[in-house]
Antibody
């Protein structure tokens, strides 16, 4: 059974960098049929896609966050990570990691089929 | 940029009733639309993909339909565990982006 677990600091100061890691168990992050992604949900709001990464390192980012976001992958540890720089209170959210499945004959994945439980990160001094 | 608009924002129904949720795209899109169920404190769960295909383990009371700009998630007879927030989601071709609707809350 595939499991994804987010980890990292729950409290980050304004202007600093938010860092989270997603550890994948029960499956290989190097499987060519999947991408891996980050999504967040600010309190009282809906889901916002942050970015995705392939095991090769190919990334796609939300244009609204692209200047502040970096996603990386460590295949040896079966993990991928998120960094958001220059955070403000608006970055306070539950952050989810998820797997994206590549459908047949498609160049990019369309859906998020497995999700982590999410972790609340608060930006506050 | 494609915008997904869900309606209504809140749907107040009783167990056993039929729920009909709408997701409208700002322009004609592929049928690679997905629906998710999200309960507070839990991971979102994939219900429907490619607009009408049920994900593994999803009960038959959940169904999806639609094409072009208008998509619908139907829950034929609400069970107590179905009260949650539902999101639609779509990938845009260029630039590649993964967009969520703002959600519909199904409440008792």
């Amino acid at each position: 059974q595939l499991q994804l677990q987010e980890s990292g600091p729950r409290l980050v100061k304004p202007s600093e960098t938010l860092s989270l890691t997603c550890t994948v168990s029960g499956g290989s992050i190097s499987n060519s049929s999947y991408y891996w992604g980050w999504i967040r949900q600010p309190p009282g709001k809906g889901l916002e896609w942050i970015g995705i990464i392939y095991y090769s390192g190919t990334t796609y980012y939300n244009p609204s966050l692209k200047s502040r976001v970096t996603i990386s992958v460590d295949t040896s540890q079966n993990q991928f990570s998120l960094k958001v720089s220059s955070v403000t209170a608006a970055d306070t959210a539950v952050y989810y990691c998820a797997r994206l499945r590549l459908g047949p004959h498609r160049l990019l994945p369309d859906l998020f089929d497995y999700w982590g439980q999410g972790t609340l990160v608060t930006v506050s001094s | 940029e494609i915008v997904l608009t869900q309606s209504p924002a809140t749907l107040s129904l009783s167990p056993g009733e039929r729920a009909t949720l709408s997701c409208r795209a700002s322009q004609s899109v592929s049928s690679y639309l997905a629906w998710y169920q999200h309960k507070a404190g839990q991971a979102p769960r994939l219900l429907i993909y490619d607009a009408s295909k049920r994900a593994t383990g999803i009960p038959a009371r959940f169904s999806g339909s639609g094409s072009g700009t208008d998509f619908t998630l139907t829950i034929s007879s609400l069970e107590p565990e179905d009260f949650a927030v539902y999101y639609c989601q779509l990938r845009s071709n260029w630039p590649p982006t993964w967009t969520f609707g703002q959600g519909t809350k199904v409440e008792i």
